[in-house]
């Protein structure tokens, strides 16, 4: 039996692992990784521990072959959704520059407007870096649809409902 320091296991562990996942999802004949959502769980009930329902998903590619997922979800009277996408080649984008894009490429319309009149500030995107289940980095971009207020923004991509088992 031979010792190892707690350093060399770690780096055994992560080159094991990323063996695992050096195959990532990709659509046929893209650039970029498809977001990975394998180990996301719907929320079909909205409970005291769990203040999130989980309505929809959808799917598309935007005009640069790049995959993207969007989720329909609602909390605290509010309805959103989230769009996850890579962000290879768009790593920089700010909170404005990721709205430009989504509009840019037709997936969602913003009434922002009624945004703002509904009592709320900033462009209505609240984005984030997050590792999907294959290790791939992606943009987590959410925005609010609506409240009991009003309807702040459109969804144009098709929805598809959760299933018991979720999706």
Same mark, same amino acid.
């Given at each position: 039996?031979?010792?190892?320091?707690?350093?060399?296991?770690?780096?055994?562990?992560?080159?094991?692992?990323?063996?695992?996942?050096?195959?990532?999802?990709?659509?046929?004949?893209?650039?970029?990784?498809?977001?990975?959502?394998? =180990?996301?769980?719907?929320?079909?009930?909205?409970?005291?521990?769990?203040?999130?329902?989980?309505?929809? !998903?959808?799917?598309?590619?935007?005009?640069?072959?790049?995959?993207?997922?969007?989720?329909? !979800?609602?909390?605290?009277?509010?309805?959103?959704?989230?769009?996850?996408?890579?962000?290879? +080649?768009?790593?920089?984008?700010?909170?404005?520059?990721? =709205?430009?894009?989504?509009?840019?490429?037709?997936?969602?319309?913003?009434?922002?407007? =009624?945004?703002?009149?509904?009592?709320?500030?900033?462009?209505?995107?609240?984005?984030?870096?997050?590792?999907?289940?294959?290790?791939?980095?992606? !943009?987590?971009?959410?925005?609010?649809?609506?409240?009991?207020?009003?309807? *702040?923004?459109?969804?144009?991509?098709?929805?598809?409902? *959760?299933?018991?088992? +979720?999706?």
């Amino acid at each position: 039996m031979k010792i190892i320091s707690i350093e060399e296991f770690r780096n055994r562990k992560q080159m094991k692992s990323k063996s695992l996942h050096s195959q990532p999802p990709q659509e046929k004949g893209s650039e970029f990784p498809k977001p990975d959502r394998s =180990k996301f769980k719907p929320s079909s009930d909205m409970t005291q521990e769990d203040y999130q329902l989980d309505i929809a !998903w959808g799917e598309g590619t935007l005009s640069d072959g790049r995959p993207f997922r969007m989720e329909c !979800w609602a909390a605290s009277q509010m309805t959103f959704l989230t769009y996850f996408m890579s962000t290879l +080649g768009i790593e920089n984008l700010t909170n404005e520059g990721l =709205k430009e894009l989504l509009e840019r490429e037709q997936i969602v319309d913003f009434y922002d407007e =009624k945004f703002r009149f509904g009592g709320f500030t900033g462009c209505n995107v609240d984005a984030k870096k997050v590792i999907d289940a294959s290790e791939n980095e992606m !943009w987590s971009i959410t925005i609010i649809i609506g409240d009991e207020d009003g309807t *702040y923004a459109n969804n144009v991509v098709p929805l598809l409902r *959760y299933n018991k088992k +979720g999706d």
